[in-house]
């Protein structure tokens, strides 16, 4: 039964816009970072590690929660139109099978965001002459911004839950993004969960460790998770039930 929620959600994205906010809107921040860091070279001579810092400048704070918001809002749209909440929550699927599936969806979907941000950071240092290797932490700063990336996932969804509209939660994923850059900012970044984007990812600290211990960010993440599928089973079996 799982498994058929789960296709259910993948036949979605299947010929969908989102693959175009996939493949499209990655490109700007490497483009702008890219940018950033070759007029400022002088300055930034730590070559890849430098680059990072202005890639992740602008993909952690503004476009990665937005697409996640694109991703959450798209996998919800279906449901708020033409009463098919109705047909949702009439068909033999227990309510958790229903979030859990989009969960699964959306987070495998900031997988394949992570590795295309990797790839377009190689790509951007080429192109920009780093001679330098290449840092051998990028599969690590590319997976932990994943675990931040599928917490944003399961509250972006929440929201796209109650919220029925497609823009707003992604506004709201956007606000959330520049938030997590003051909670960073203010030392709170490992409490906020849109600040565990760019912790995981080092977005400021590229060179060195984590901001906060690994067990920390793993916990609150683990927190955040469990928060926001609690709520969404609730939701789900005290709202959407009796919802047209």
């Known amino acids: ?8 959600e993948r036949m979605k994205l299947r010929h969908s816009p989102v693959w175009l906010a996939f493949l499209i809107l990655p490109i700007l921040p490497a483009v702008m970072g890219t940018f950033n860091y070759l007029q400022n070279v002088g300055i930034l001579q730590d ?15 503004f476009f990665l929660p937005a697409i996640i918001g694109v991703y959450c ?4 749209r279906l449901e708020h139109i033409n009463h098919n909440w109705n047909s949702v929550m009439t068909a033999p699927v227990p309510v958790s099978y229903v979030y859990l599936s989009k969960l699964i969806t959306a987070s495998a979907m900031v997988l394949l965001t992570q590795i295309w941000i990797g790839a377009l950071f190689v790509i951007s240092g080429k192109l920009s002459g ?5 840092p051998p932490e990028l599969p ?9 990336g599928i917490v944003i996932c399961a509250l972006q969804l929440c929201i796209s839950l109650v919220i029925r509209s497609f823009a707003i939660p992604v506004g709201i994923a956007l606000i959330g993004g520049v ?3 003051a909670a960073m900012a203010k030392g709170y970044g490992v409490w906020f969960p ?37 709520f969404a089973f609730v939701w789900l079996r005290k709202r959407d039930v009796v919802a047209g």
């Not at 039964?1 to 259910?8: D, G, N, P, T, V």
């Not at 984007?197 to 609150?220: D, I, Y």
Request: include cysteine.
């Open 194 to 230: 849109y600040s565990l984007l760019c912790l995981g990812m080092r977005a400021n600290h590229p060179g060195g460790p984590m901001q906060c211990s690994t067990e920390q960010f793993f916990l609150n993440g683990l927190f955040y998770l469990v928060i926001c599928i609690m």
């Open 1 to 8: 039964m799982f498994l058929r929620a789960l296709r259910a």
């Open 130 to 134: 780093l001679t330098a290797p290449i």
């Open 140 to 148: 690590e700063w590319l997976l932990y911004g994943a675990v931040g």
């Open 47 to 61: 070559q890849w590690y430098s680059l990072w810092t202005q890639h992740t400048l602008f993909t952690c704070y």
């Open 73 to 76: 809002s798209y996998l919800c």
């Open 179 to 181: 938030a997590g850059l």
